[in-house]
Each structure stands twice: as C-alpha cells, then as structure tokens.
C-alpha cells in the first residue's frame, strides 16, 4: 500500500490518481443496486428520494465522515467504537460503534456470494457458455427469449428451492464463491492490496470504457424502444400512479437513503475507519468529493442509463419487477441479454463481469478492516490471527446466503437488515455525533484542515439539524408503514417466515459476538488510559 | 397469433412509459449534474498543485498493521 510520507510517484500522473480514487468507490451497487432499485420504485420517482438523500445526507455525511475519522485516528483509535470513544467518551459510545463492524462484516457476506456471480458469468462468457446459451435463447424473427436468460441465472443461483446452490464441482455458485473467498482471504491475510490496487489503476478506467460501449449499445437501438425504456427510467410519474403517490411510498425514501450509504460506503464504519489512518495535512474534502462524484457518476449516468433502459428494452415493464426479486439481481438478466445481441458482445461481456469482479474484490477487501482495527488495537491480536477469526465467521455467514438461496431471501433479508436499516441507524447516531458532540464548528475545521476546496458553512447546520430530522423523519414513516400495513412488512416477516427469522437471527447472533468483544477492548483501554494517568501524576 | 397479441399488448404498455416532458428534465438533470460534479473535481485536482499527494481513497490508504507481519 501507498506509503503516505512519499510523494506519489508510483501513482504516474495525475489522472492516475483521480482515476484510483474513482475506482475505489465503484462496486457493484452502481451497476446492480442502483438499477434494482429504481426498477422496484418506478425509475423516475426514485430519483427524487436518491438526489434528496444525497445532498442532505451522503456528501455531508461522506466529509464527516472522513473528519471524525481523522480526528480519532490522531487520538490513537482505528475501530469504530474507539473512534466513537475518542470522540464521546462515554461508557455506551464504544457499543454504538458495534454498527460499525456489523454493517461491513454482515454486508461481506452476501457481497462475496455476489462477486462470485460476477466471475462465474465472466467465465461463462469467456468460455463460450453465455454464448451457447444466446443461440439457445434466438429466436426466428431474431429477437431473443428472455426466459431462457432468466431460467440459466434462477438455475445458477438456486432460487427454486434452499440448497439448491450448494453443488460442489463444475461451475456451480458454490465453487466461484470458494474461488472468490480464497482470492479475498489471501488478499487481507496477506496484505496483498498493492498488487491489486496497481492493477485496478488500468482495470477501474477500463470498467468505465466497457460501460460506455455499453451504454452506446444500448442508446443506439432503434429510438421506438429506447424512448419507452427512458420513460420507464426516468419518468417521474408512471401510468395509473401518480409522482405523490409513489412519493408516499416511505420504504422508497428508506431505500433510496440507503442505496446512498450503500454507493458511497457512508454509514458503514469503512470511510471512518481508513480516515483515522490519514495525516494532519491531508485533503479529506476534495478526496471525499471526488469519490462521492466518481460514484454517482457511474452510478446515475452510467448504470442508470444502461441496466433498466436494457431491462425494459428486452423484458418488458412487467417482467423488469417479477426479475428484480432482490435489489442485485436484475444486471445479471439483463446485461448478459446485451451482450448476446451487439458486436463483439462475448468479448465485452466477459470484460464486463470480469472488471465488476474487480471493483467488487477492491470493496469487499475494505470491509473486514473495521473489524480488524478493532481486534487489533482492542484486544492486541496480530492481523493473521484477526484476518483468520474473520474469515471463519464470514465464510459461515457466505455459506448461508447461498445455502438459503430459495428467492434469494436470505441475502435480501441480509441485504435489508445489515445494507438498509443498520447503516441508517449508524449514520443517524453520526450526524449526532458529528453536529452535536464534536460540534460542527470543530468538525468543519477538521475538514477543512489541509484541504483545497472550502465547503459551505450551512453543512454544519446541516448536519446538526436538517440530516437528523431527515433521517428521523424517514425512520418514523417507515416505522408507521409497518404498523399499519402487511405488504413487505420486513418485522412481520422475520416471524413468518423462517429464512428471514435464522437469517435475522444469524445477525443478532454475529452482533452479540462484536458486542463482547467491544466489551473486552473497553476493559483494554480503560486499564491503559489510567496506566497514562498515573504515569503523569 | 397469440405471440401477436402479446406483442401488440407489449407496444401498448411501452408506449404508456414514453419519456415524458417531466421525464427529460429529470434524466437532464441528474447525468447533467453527477457529469459536471466529476468534470469539476477533476479540474480542481488537476488546477492544484501538489493536491496529488494529499488526495487518498481507501483503496491507497495504508493501515499500518498490513506490513508489520
């Protein structure tokens, strides 16, 4: 990794860096989620949650963030909880930060299942396989049958019924995702982010190109299809639903916040953590912007354009909801469709899956190191001790994901539970941390420590007032939704249905673990801060 | 014949999402702005000298205990 005392040689020129700090916020949530998500919520109206949860949460939050992280870090913390330590010292701030190390553990586990799909279907393509599949799927007037398409990934993933997945040998789901849980391990075991990060430098701009030849692809069809598969995107009010009726939707506002986190790994406990590693004189304001803006980038205009126009174009209105039945699974229809239908397609598409395997592989490395920190600095363990303690809960966690593989349940619970609602309870206790316990004069000047870009003065207020009562405001509507209606209830849902209760339990249960080993580090640093204490008397 | 009919339904119910007045204005807007967004950071990087050395992602950021083993 990057020695932070040294000019930046290494990095070639200056594009080179923009392009390493655009590439680390790509992952597959601009490309998958994202389009996901605005095919559940009728593209358009989602639009309006997604850019107001962006600029009154996920750019303010993103700077606070990377401060509060700095501020701990210069105070001797790493981890989540002795960051919030650092910052609030009080006897409960340590256990908040338990949201800091769930949230990228628990994501982790169904994130890897997901990097496994990606290079499974690079594989696929580069072996031919996505190709036979095509002639399969042409029909005579030379359109394609959709339902082919669908039944190849339903197969794949094991959504008929649980276990389904968990066939050992060939080029089942479960032998991408050891492939793609031994590459992982290895990588953090070993510190071997270097090589990787080197080699992203070429492979993040290349994602962007393909992406863009996508794109193309897809805008150049004939304009009678791509006009209605813009609507469908973009529109902000769709046939027999009014824009302020979808806007009443508060699971919408919910999910749109969250797919902000989500992209720009806000409210995760990841941006915090690597802050704390920075120095005095670093630009955490520019740094942060030009990340939040490569992502959305990619996010709005390229994955916006490309995976829900591709969808409605081949699947049609309907179907483009019956296939989103998780927020990430839409590209994996969609795009291979594409691909089979543009020149060169299983070229591109290999080139396609496999960079988003990369981008992935860059994200999920980062996840386990909050939790490392904290084994670290908490309860003095070594990196491969802590890496190994890990890999052993992650790969239990993994393996559930894809054992529960019926409808994709336990990864949406996951993806709820852990991807939505933690991240929106840890960036809501931020914001108070950031505007009132810090206050947001010394957060600003933290910001603005070192940086070349001066943001606004009414961020602070901002994030002391408008973001909490925002977040709040959002949390008590859906709170109300649950009370008063039995569609996508996601508590009743946990004692109705038995894959969402183990899978919610499965999460308690990796909470409760964190929580005693929070406990164990505040006892460690408790017994060192008054050791200090009498050295100085 | 069926497939026909189910093609004539298809037109019908994509011709319901053609991109409405409200619609450009939204696809303009949102790519219009996350494109300028980067556009103009991209500029500032480049317009500040030795802003190179002081621009980290967490990718690049070292946490110090990787190369202690």
Not at chain 1, 21 to 50: D, H, Q, T
Not at chain 1, 84 to 104: D, E, K, Q
Not at chain 1, 227 to 241: I, Q, S, T, Y
Not at chain 1, 426 to 441: D, K, M, R
């Amino acid at each position: 990794m990057t020695d932070l005392t040294k000019p930046r040689e290494s990095w070639g020129t200056r594009l080179g860096v923009i392009m390493a700090v655009m590439g680390s916020a790509v992952g597959l949530g601009n490309f998958l989620r994202f389009p996901g998500l605005a095919a559940k919520y009728e593209g358009g109206a989602f639009m309006i949650p997604y850019f107001v949860a962006l600029f009154l949460l996920g750019l303010p939050l993103a700077w606070a963030e990377w401060a509060m992280g700095r501020y701990g870090g210069a105070r001797g913390y790493n981890s989540t909880p002795g960051i919030f330590r650092a910052i609030w010292p009080r006897r409960f701030s340590p256990y908040v930060g338990v949201i800091g190390l769930l949230v990228p553990v628990g994501i982790y586990m169904y994130y890897v299942v997901l990097e496994a799909w990606c290079l499974a279907y690079a594989w696929f393509f580069l072996t031919g396989r996505m190709a036979g599949l095509g002639q399969v799927a042409r029909l005579a007037d030379g359109s394609i049958n959709k339902q082919v398409f669908q039944d190849f990934f339903g197969s794949f993933i094991g959504s008929a019924n649980d276990g389904d997945a968990m066939v050992l040998g060939g080029q089942t789901a479960l032998t991408f995702l050891l492939i793609c849980f031994l590459a992982n391990f290895v990588l953090i075991y070993r510190g071997l982010s270097k090589g990787i990060e080197k080699f992203c430098l070429i492979a993040m701009p290349a994602l962007v190109v393909c992406a863009l030849l996508v794109l193309l692809r897809v805008l150049t069809l004939p304009w009678e299809k791509v006009n209605p598969a813009l609507g469908f995107m973009w529109n902000p009010d769709v046939e027999g639903k009014s824009l302020l009726e979808s806007l009443k939707n508060s699971k919408m506002w919910l999910e749109a916040t969250s797919q902000i986190f989500f992209s720009l790994s806000v409210g995760f406990g990841i941006i915090i953590t690597y802050a704390s590693y920075l120095k005095r004189e670093d630009d955490v304001a520019l740094s942060s912007l030009t990340s939040c803006a490569g992502n959305e980038f990619c996010e709005v205009a390229l994955g916006g354009l490309i995976t829900i126009p591709a969808a409605f174009i081949f699947l049609g209105a309907t179907a483009v909801a019956e296939v989103a039945d998780s927020s990430f699974t839409l590209g994996f229809v969609t795009l291979p469709m594409v691909f089979e239908s543009m020149p060169l397609g299983q070229f591109v598409g290999f080139l396609f899956f496999f960079l988003l395997f990369l981008a992935a592989i860059t994200s999920s490395i980062s996840m386990l190191q909050p939790a490392i920190a904290l084994l670290e600095e908490g309860l003095g363990l070594n990196r491969k001790t802590s890496v190994a303690m890990l890999g052993f809960i992650t790969l239990i966690g993994a393996m559930f994901v894809l054992y529960f593989s019926a409808g994709a349940t336990a990864l949406a619970t996951f993806d709820f539970w852990v991807g939505t609602f933690f991240i929106f309870v840890l960036a809501l206790f931020q914001t108070v941390l950031f505007g009132w316990v810090l206050g947001a004069e010394k957060g600003l000047a933290e910001i603005d420590r070192g940086a070349a870009i001066r943001i606004p003065r009414w961020i602070g207020y901002m994030l002391k007032y408008v973001s909490p009562a925002y977040l709040l405001v959002i949390f008590a509507g859906w709170i109300w939704q649950q009370w008063t209606t039995e569609e996508g209830n996601m508590i009743k849902a946990i004692f109705a249905d038995r894959v969402v209760g183990l899978s919610v339990g499965f999460i308690v249960l990796v909470t409760v673990f964190f929580l005693f080993l929070i406990g164990q580090s505040v006892r460690r640093w408790t017994i060192r801060d008054h050791q200090r204490q009498e050295v100085s008397l | 014949m069926n497939e026909l009919a189910t093609m004539l339904v298809l037109a019908q119910s994509a011709d319901g999402y053609r991109l409405s007045a409200g619609g450009w204005v939204v696809m303009i807007l949102s790519v219009g702005f996350v494109t300028l967004l980067l556009a103009w950071c991209i500029w500032k990087v480049l317009a500040t000298p030795g802003e190179t050395n002081k621009l980290h992602a967490q990718a690049d950021i070292d946490p110090h205990d990787a190369d202690a083993e």
